[in-house]
């Protein structure tokens, strides 16, 4: 079977573009960090197979489409390496409604 189609999720320091890459040709949407919150990733079920979440004002926002919960969380990871500050405008939690927070253990 061939893929015609690519899924594509792409964040920077000022949007995040997702879309699809279909024959060659790309289909973008872009989404201004600083309106984004509650990025987190899901377990997907038999309606929408997206594992990545994050609102966008008011809307919902999906995607992710054919990752494994792993996957969606290895991107997690790399975006809070990578981009800690969009991670941290985002509002980036780990699949639950509360912000993610590294114990240090400083005495």
Do not use: N
């Not at 792409?10 to 024959?23: A, D, P, S, T, Y």
């Not at 949407?29 to 600083?34: D, I, L, M």
């Not at 489409?65 to 991107?75: C, N, R």
Request: proline share 2%; glycine share 10%; charged share 25%.
């Amino acid at each position: 079977m061939t893929q015609h189609s690519e899924r594509l999720i792409e964040f920077g320091k000022e949007k995040v573009k997702m879309g699809r890459v279909v024959l060659g040709f790309e289909r973008m949407a872009e989404y201004a960090v600083e309106k984004c919150s509650q990025l987190t990733w899901r377990k997907p079920d038999s309606e929408d197979r997206s594992v990545l979440e994050f609102k966008y004002g008011f809307r919902k926002i999906r995607c992710g489409v054919g990752l494994s919960v792993q996957q969606g969380q290895e991107v997690l990871a790399a975006l809070q390496k990578h981009f800690p500050e969009v991670a941290q405008k985002m509002g980036m939690s780990s699949g639950s409604e509360t912000a993610h927070f590294t114990q240090l253990g400083l005495s």
